[in-house]
């Protein structure tokens, strides 16, 4: 069975440019999360997608932040325009329920 | 504000000794409480969870964790560490009435010293 897949493991990129994170989740799996952690902070709820729709986006920073879940597949992070403090480790997650969370390898970010 | 907070962010033992990670939490009503772990250069994964029943439950790799509701505890617990298990810990609370959420601690990065 695939994991669940983050691409790219790795961005830099300079203040004021657009990064485009993407998460294939486990097929099957209606439940789709992102979390963000800062170095040597709590792993940061985003938001959730139970299929295509936006369950919870309370913990999305600011408007600079768009997420999509089309067809209830893969998703999309987007931030435009990047700034500084948006540095960190974008992780995903994916569950058929709330038994347990199945995480990807997680997408460094680095906004310079 | 409802949190997870875990008490130890960097743990330095040596090969045998017992360990103790501490986590509370602040949410209200029926939980979903569960350890993660991130070994170095892996993905996180699940370590052990308590939904309900007996409050000592038992995870992978001799791993055990104790719930006591009256503390809002869930600490996670072995009782001889070896140097395999340097990873770092994450303490998760699965709220019910927060909408099938997943909240995590800062994390305890555990070291052990062969």
């Known amino acids: 069975e695939a994991g669940v897949t983050q691409f790219p493991s790795h961005s830099v990129i300079e203040k004021g440019q657009t990064v485009t994170l993407r998460c294939d989740p486990i097929?099957?799996?209606?439940?789709l999360y992102w979390y963000r952690r800062v170095m040597g902070k709590e792993i940061k709820f985003l938001l959730h997608?139970?299929?295509?729709?936006?369950?919870?986006e309370s913990g999305m920073p600011n408007n600079r932040f768009l997420a999509e879940r089309t067809g209830g597949t893969y998703s999309t992070l987007k931030v435009q325009p990047a700034e500084l403090e948006d540095s960190g480790v974008y992780f995903c997650?994916?569950?058929?329920?709330?038994?347990?969370?199945?995480f990807g390898s997680g997408t460094q970010l680095s906004v310079l | 504000a409802q949190s997870v907070s875990q008490h130890n962010h960097h743990v330095i033992l040596s090969e045998a000794a017992s360990l103790e990670l501490g986590c509370n939490y602040s949410y209200g009503g029926t939980v979903n409480l569960f350890w993660y772990v991130q070994y170095p250069g892996q993905h996180l994964q699940l370590l052990l969870k308590?939904?309900?029943?007996?409050?000592l439950v038992k995870g992978i790799k001799g791993f055990e964790a104790e719930f006591i509701k009256s503390k809002f505890s869930f600490n996670l617990r072995k009782p001889s560490v070896q140097w395999s298990d340097t990873a770092e810990y994450f303490c998760?609370?699965?709220?019910?009435?927060?909408?099938?959420?997943?909240?995590f601690g800062t994390g305890t990065s555990l070291t052990v010293i062969p």
């Open positions: 097929s099957g799996h209606d439940n």
């Open positions: 997608f139970v299929k295509e729709s936006k369950q919870d």
């Open positions: 997650a994916s569950s058929p329920g709330n038994e347990k969370l199945f």
């Open positions: 998760a609370v699965n709220a019910w009435n927060t909408g099938n959420q997943f909240y």
């Open positions: 308590y939904f309900s029943g007996d409050p």
